[in-house]
């Protein structure tokens, strides 16, 4: 599975960091998410699953959900 985090929409609630505190983290100065790993485990799949549906703003898309045999996230800080 892959998971792309669109920063520009993220509102630094934190609710991500509370799921899967290690795989993500916030940016000191303004709050907004970073990761701490791009290729977590797979144990960590239930909890960047619980990431993703917790974020209030829509900040991760998924791709690849029926690959459960590797886990890749990436960001893009670019307007989408
Ligand atoms: S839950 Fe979503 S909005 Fe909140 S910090 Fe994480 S990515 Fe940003």
Redesign the pocket.
Known sequence: MKVT?LTNR????????LAASQV?T?RESD???ELLQEHPSLDQLQKVQQ?VA????Q??VMEEEDDLSELTLTINDQDM
Do not use: K
Request: charged share 0%; hydrophobic share 55%.
């Open positions: 985090a993220c509102i630094a609630s934190g609710a991500c960091v993500f916030q709050g907004v998410v990431a917790a974020c209030p703003s900040v991760f």
